[in-house]
C-alpha cells in the first residue's frame, strides 16, 4: 500500500476487526473527559487513518515501532511536521485510553516521538493596523454595530473564533468590565475587556441587537436572521473590515489574539498573566510569543546597531 493511499482510502469503506467498537468506546471516553466535538472529530479522523493502516491488525497488537511506520507513512504522504505531530498526539491519548481500561499493559506510543515541528512564528499586527481595522467599522447599521463591537472584544480579550460565537448575553459583566469565556475542552475563564470594547458593545446591545433578535436566542452577537453566527460568518466579516482599512496581509480572528497577546507582551505583561488571559493549558504554548518579541528586537538591532 502507498503511502497516500492511508489518507484517500474511501471512508465509506467499513474499518475492519474491532476498530469501530474500540473507537466508538475512545469518542465515548473523550466526551466524558469534556473534550470539544471539533477535537473530538478531529481525533476520530486521526484513529480511523491508523485503523485503516492497522488494516486486520487490532490495537492492542500494534508495537512501537508499527506506530512509527505509520509516522512515517504519514510524512511520505506530504503531512506537515505539524500535522504529524498531531496525530501521534491523538494516538498517544488513544493509548493512555486503552491502558486506563486495562486492554493494553503499556503504552506504545510513549516509545514514539514527535518529529520536531518547524519554528512558527504567527502573523502579528501592528497596534496602529489593529486601530485602523477596528475603526474603519462604522455603527450605522445593525450589523455594523454587531461587527465592531464583536472585533472590539475580540482584540480586547483575545478571544478565539468559537469563543466569539460562543458567547451569550448572560457571559456579560458591563459594572465589572469583564466576561465569562468558554474555551477549549469547555473551561471556563473570566477576562477583562478594556473601555472602547463595552463602548462598542454598549451601542450594539441599545440598538443593535434588539434590531436582530428574534425569538429567545441567548447568543450575544446574532445573524441578521436572528441566529447564533458560525466561526465562518466572523471569519468572513473580518476579511470584509480588514480589506476596506486597506491594512496588508492574512488577517483572521486568530491574528487579533496572537496580536492582542503580543502587544500585552510588549507593554510588560508577564507570561503566566498572558497565559491565563489566552486560556492556554500550558506555558510553552504561549511561550510563541517570545519568540515573536525576539524577531521583532532582532529587526531592530539590525537596523540600528553600527556592527550588527
Do not use: C
Not at 47 to 64: C, N, P, S, Y
Not at 65 to 88: I, P, T
Amino acid at each position: 500500500m502507498r503511502p497516500s493511499s492511508v489518507l484517500t482510502q474511501n471512508t465509506n469503506t467499513p474499518l475492519k476487526g474491532t476498530w469501530p467498537d474500540a473507537l466508538r468506546r475512545f469518542d465515548g471516553w473523550l466526551h466524558a473527559r469534556g473534550m470539544a466535538e471539533k477535537t473530538r472529530r478531529a481525533y476520530g479522523v486521526d484513529l480511523e487513518q491508523l485503523a485503516r493502516f492497522a488494516g486486520e491488525r487490532v490495537a492492542r497488537d500494534l508495537t512501537h515501532n508499527d506506530l512509527r511506520r505509520f509516522a512515517g507513512w504519514l510524512s511520505e504522504a506530504g503531512m506537515s511536521k505539524a500535522a504529524v505531530a498531531r496525530k501521534l498526539a491523538a494516538v498517544r491519548t488513544f493509548y493512555r485510553h486503552l491502558l486506563e481500561v486495562g486492554e493494553v499493559a503499556a503504552s506504545p506510543a510513549d516509545l514514539v516521538s514527535s518529529p520536531k515541528r518547524d519554528a512558527y512564528l504567527p502573523h502579528v499586527m501592528k497596534p496602529a493596523e489593529v486601530a485602523a481595522v477596528l475603526e474603519s467599522i462604522p455603527a450605522s447599521t445593525p450589523l455594523e454595530m454587531r461587527d465592531r463591537a464583536m472585533f472590539e472584544i475580540a482584540y480586547a480579550s483575545g478571544l478565539r473564533a468559537e469563543e466569539i460565537t460562543g458567547l451569550d448575553v448572560r457571559d456579560i459583566d458591563p459594572d465589572a468590565e469583564q466576561l465569562r469565556v468558554e474555551g477549549k475542552g469547555s473551561k471556563t475563564r473570566i477576562v477583562p475587556a478594556g473601555e472602547p470594547a463595552w463602548r462598542a458593545l454598549s451601542v450594539y446591545l441599545e440598538r443593535g441587537r434588539p434590531a436582530l433578535a428574534q425569538d429567545a436566542e441567548p447568543a450575544l452577537f446574532l445573524s441578521k436572521t436572528g441566529k447564533r453566527l458560525s466561526t465562518s460568518d466572523v471569519r468572513r466579516r473580518l476579511t470584509g473590515w480588514v480589506r476596506r482599512a486597506a491594512v496588508q496581509g492574512r488577517v483572521s480572528p486568530h491574528t487579533l489574539r496572537h496580536s492582542f497577546a503580543t502587544h500585552l507582551l510588549e507593554g510588560g505583561a508577564d507570561l503566566r498573566a498572558i497565559q491565563e488571559l489566552l486560556g492556554h493549558a500550558s506555558i510553552s504554548t504561549t511561550q510563541t510569543y517570545t519568540r515573536v518579541e525576539s524577531g521583532r528586537l532582532k529587526k531592530v538591532y539590525a537596523l540600528a546597531h553600527p556592527r550588527a
